[in-house]
């Protein structure tokens, strides 16, 4: 039979081989710089559970350009959750690349603590781009002022389509507190066919939600 | 009858879709990302998509990129929208392979006379 | 107390947002099943009612309800040759894709977790030697592991019961396993062919040894994990499989609710996720 088995310990001193030996931490920054973008990935793979790593990894990852890096920086800076990490997730958002922007909206979702104290001003900022950003990590977030934060935007905000992502969130964990910001908004944009869609429904999914 | 693939992350914005998809006689099926729109397209033939930009895991860019590099699959037409209107924006788009830029919001009749520009009516 | 009910725009809601947390997607038809199981939910986490209940299942920081509902959505149970067209797909279509783009003799390595009693490590081996041409030619290894130490002991022990084995044709049923007075015994050369192993896959440390697969089976385990542990997962299965190597989920999952580091590969048995070349 072709079947073979091999103790796993032998595969571990195989793996020591492709990640060299210096794994301390002034080795592993070194290594962040290498041309061999699997070196990189287990550099940074190796430096997450170090809680100094936060900045030499921000310095990489806006320079970085293989997708699985890019994508083991962020998990990383995600764990690290320092404000240095999250300094570094939100300056993503103003970043001209797509696929880097949501990467970094993705693993903002899942550190309610670390967004709680920065939310405000993004949601606030100047550019309505990240401004939308902003309301796309509120999407999975745990977070009991997921509610009055989309509020503060519906009621607020200017732009159009800063207020329709908002609202596409409403229909979903919008309650009774929602319903004067959704009649209100729906006022403002009473020419635009999708503002006035998604308030109906919103508003439909509140009176008909069973008690 | 004509089958349209709405890709957005918004469940909102894909019902608003199908809805005025739906009422001019198309048929439409959704998917959340570009990984679900990749699943889906590999699987069966659609005659058009209209494809959001921002979404998690796979962009609108990316999903057009590896979409459009699909060779055995049909090449249907795309129109790309989304919140950003930048000059830099749609060229992206173009590159990635859309056909057409639409800005949001997007008005039922305008979403409309270019879907039947694209593809036509129902027959 | 009144009866819990679900309204219709309760359900339109949830069905939507269970849609974007784990990729199943209720028809209306099912909303009889759908609600059944809300409403036990919410009388088991002592809700009172749909809202109260969908409020914590979004909020809540732990995320341990969205889990036990997944739970109570899906049915978990493990046979010889559940989902067969994913082997299927191995034997046809992946083995011959991998062993294209070998550059050496080394063995094809095989990861399957969680290993659970072993029906699934078990079912490949079965595949391979029943259906696979090429299993004179190479050299196979086949790797499984579970977190749990007792369910692997039952893995090991290969004693499975009749409705475990019976979507097993009568021939191979005849040919791998020993009837007993209770159920089946799987012959000893199929209970050497597999390597156990007590793995916490969240735990880098324990991932580490597993390198240069060729293949992973992670079938109905991620869609019990959260969005954090299940984007972890993902990344340590990066790291195991070789450029070019798959990632085959269960039926019911799909990557596009867990990572972007893999490519979706269609073949004509089922889609399957490649860790890309130039990875």
Same mark, same amino acid.
Request: aromatic content about 10%; charged content about 25%; some cysteine.
């Given at each position: 039979?072709?079947?073979?088995?091999?103790?796993?310990?032998?595969?571990?001193?195989?793996?020591?081989?492709?990640?060299?030996?210096? $794994?301390?931490?002034?080795?592993?920054?070194?290594?962040?710089?290498? =041309? !061999?973008?699997?070196?990189?990935?287990?550099?940074?793979? !190796?430096?997450?559970?170090?809680?100094?790593?936060?900045?030499?990894?921000?310095?990489?990852?806006?320079?970085?350009?293989?997708?699985?890096?890019?994508?083991?920086?962020?998990?990383?800076?995600?764990?690290?959750?320092?404000?240095?990490?999250?300094?570094?997730?939100?300056?993503?958002?103003?970043?001209?690349?797509?696929?880097?922007?949501?990467?970094?909206?993705?693993?903002?979702?899942?550190?309610?603590?670390?967004?709680?104290?920065?939310?405000?001003?993004?949601?606030?900022?100047?550019?309505?781009?990240?401004?939308?950003?902003?309301?796309?990590?509120?999407?999975?977030?745990?977070?009991?002022?997921?509610?009055?934060?989309?509020?503060?935007?519906?009621?607020?905000?200017?732009?159009?389509?800063?207020?329709?992502?908002?609202?596409?969130?409403?229909?979903?964990?919008?309650?009774?507190? +929602?319903?004067?910001?959704?009649?209100?908004?729906?006022?403002?944009? &009473?020419?635009?066919?999708?503002?006035?869609?998604?308030? !109906?429904?919103?508003?439909? $999914?509140?009176?008909?939600?069973?008690? | 009858?004509?089958?349209?693939?709405?890709?957005?992350?918004?469940?909102?914005?894909?019902? %608003?879709?199908?809805?005025?998809?739906?009422?001019?006689?198309?048929?439409?099926?959704?998917?959340?990302?570009?990984?679900?729109?990749?699943?889906?397209?590999?699987?069966?033939?659609?005659?058009?998509?209209?494809?959001?930009?921002?979404?998690?895991?796979?962009?609108?860019?990316?999903?057009?990129?590896?979409?459009?590099?699909?060779?055995?699959?049909?090449?249907?037409?795309?129109?790309?929208?989304?919140?950003?209107?930048?000059?830099?924006?749609?060229?992206?788009?173009?590159?990635?392979?859309?056909?057409?830029?639409?800005?949001?919001?997007?008005?039922?009749?305008?979403?409309?006379?270019?879907?039947?520009?694209?593809?036509?009516?129902? /027959? | 107390?009144?009866?819990?009910?679900?309204?219709?725009?309760?359900?339109?809601?949830?069905?939507?947002?269970?849609?974007?947390?784990?990729?199943?997607?209720?028809?209306?038809?099912?909303? %009889?099943?759908?609600?059944?199981?809300?409403?036990?939910?919410?009388?088991?986490?002592? +809700?009172?009612?749909?809202?109260?209940?969908?409020?914590?299942?979004?909020?809540?920081?732990?995320?341990?309800?969205?889990?036990?509902?997944?739970?109570?959505?899906?049915?978990?149970?493990?046979?010889?040759?559940?989902?067969?067209?994913?082997?299927?797909?191995?034997?046809?279509?992946?083995?011959?894709?991998?062993?294209?783009?070998?550059?050496? =003799?080394?063995?094809?390595?095989?990861?399957?977790?969680? &290993?659970?009693?072993?029906?699934?490590?078990?079912?490949?081996?079965?595949?391979?030697?029943?259906?696979?041409?090429?299993?004179?030619?190479?050299?196979?290894?086949?790797?499984? +592991?579970?977190?749990?130490?007792?369910?692997?002991?039952?893995?090991?022990?290969?004693?499975? +019961?009749?409705?475990?084995?019976?979507?097993?044709?009568?021939?191979?049923?005849?040919? %791998?396993?020993?009837?007993?007075?209770?159920?089946?015994?799987?012959?000893?050369?199929?209970?050497? /062919?597999?390597?156990?192993? $007590?793995?916490?896959?969240?735990?880098?440390?324990?991932?580490?040894?597993?390198?240069?697969?060729?293949?992973?089976?992670?079938?109905?385990?991620?869609?019990?994990?959260? !969005?954090?542990? $299940?984007?972890?997962?993902?990344?340590?299965?990066? =790291?195991?499989?070789?450029?070019?190597?798959?990632?085959?989920?269960?039926?019911?999952?799909?990557?596009?609710?867990?990572?972007?580091?893999?490519?979706?590969?269609?073949?004509?048995?089922?889609?399957?996720?490649?860790?890309?070349?130039?990875?």
């Amino acid at each position: 039979m072709a079947f073979i088995k091999k103790q796993t310990a032998h595969v571990e001193s195989e793996d020591q081989d492709i990640r060299g030996l210096e $794994r301390d931490f002034i080795g592993l920054v070194a290594e962040l710089d290498s =041309d !061999d973008s699997s070196v990189r990935r287990w550099a940074v793979r !190796d430096l997450m559970p170090m809680p100094e790593s936060s900045q030499p990894l921000v310095k990489r990852l806006t320079r970085e350009n293989d997708a699985s890096v890019r994508a083991a920086i962020l998990n990383a800076l995600a764990h690290l959750g320092d404000s240095v990490a999250v300094a570094g997730l939100v300056d993503c958002l103003r970043s001209e690349d797509a696929a880097l922007r949501n990467e970094a909206i993705d693993v903002l979702k899942e550190v309610p603590h670390a967004v709680e104290p920065i939310i405000g001003g993004l949601l606030t900022d100047e550019d309505s781009d990240v401004r939308i950003f902003a309301v796309n990590i509120l999407e999975s977030l745990r977070h009991k002022n997921v509610e009055q934060w989309l509020i503060g935007v519906i009621e607020k905000d200017t732009h159009v389509n800063v207020c329709s992502t908002a609202l596409d969130l409403l229909t979903e964990v919008g309650t009774e507190q +929602s319903i004067p910001a959704l009649n209100l908004l729906k006022n403002r944009f &009473s020419d635009e066919p999708y503002i006035c869609f998604s308030v !109906d429904l919103a508003l439909k $999914r509140i009176a008909n939600g069973s008690d | 009858m004509k089958h349209i693939l709405v890709i957005d992350d918004a469940a909102t914005v894909r019902l %608003y879709h199908r809805n005025i998809l739906e009422g001019a006689g198309y048929q439409v099926d959704e998917a959340i990302n570009g990984i679900e729109a990749l699943e889906k397209v590999l699987v069966q033939p659609y005659d058009l998509f209209i494809v959001d930009v921002n979404m998690p895991k796979l962009d609108g860019y990316g999903f057009l990129r590896e979409f459009r590099s699909q060779k055995d699959v049909l090449q249907s037409p795309a129109i790309m929208v989304s919140t950003e209107s930048g000059t830099n924006d749609r060229t992206l788009g173009y590159v990635a392979g859309a056909n057409l830029y639409l800005t949001k919001p997007v008005k039922p009749n305008e979403l409309l006379s270019y879907v039947r520009l694209l593809i036509g009516d129902l /027959a | 107390m009144p009866a819990i009910t679900i309204s219709e725009d309760d359900f339109l809601k949830f069905k939507e947002y269970f849609y974007r947390k784990t990729g199943m997607l209720f028809e209306n038809s099912k909303r %009889y099943f759908v609600d059944k199981r809300l409403i036990e939910r919410i009388e088991e986490t002592k +809700s009172d009612n749909f809202r109260n209940y969908f409020n914590m299942l979004r909020f809540e920081v732990s995320g341990n309800e969205l889990q036990n509902l997944v739970n109570s959505m899906t049915v978990n149970e493990t046979y010889f040759f559940r989902e067969e067209y994913q082997f299927k797909c191995l034997v046809d279509s992946i083995l011959s894709e991998i062993t294209k783009k070998k550059t050496d =003799d080394s063995p094809i390595r095989i990861w399957s977790v969680p &290993s659970s009693s072993g029906e699934e490590p078990y079912s490949i081996a079965i595949y391979l030697l029943e259906y696979w041409a090429d299993i004179d030619k190479w050299d196979v290894e086949i790797m499984s +592991s579970d977190i749990d130490t007792n369910i692997i002991l039952q893995a090991k022990r290969g004693f499975y +019961s009749p409705r475990s084995v019976q979507h097993l044709p009568t021939k191979i049923l005849a040919k %791998y396993f020993r009837r007993e007075a209770e159920g089946y015994q799987i012959c000893e050369d199929l209970r050497q /062919a597999v390597e156990f192993s $007590r793995v916490n896959i969240m735990d880098p440390v324990q991932v580490r040894p597993f390198r240069n697969v060729d293949v992973i089976f992670c079938r109905n385990l991620l869609i019990y994990f959260d !969005d954090t542990s $299940r984007r972890q997962a993902a990344e340590m299965f990066f =790291d195991s499989i070789n450029k070019g190597g798959f990632v085959c989920l269960g039926h019911s999952e799909s990557m596009s609710r867990i990572s972007s580091l893999f490519r979706v590969r269609k073949f004509p048995e089922a889609i399957v996720y490649q860790k890309p070349w130039e990875a």
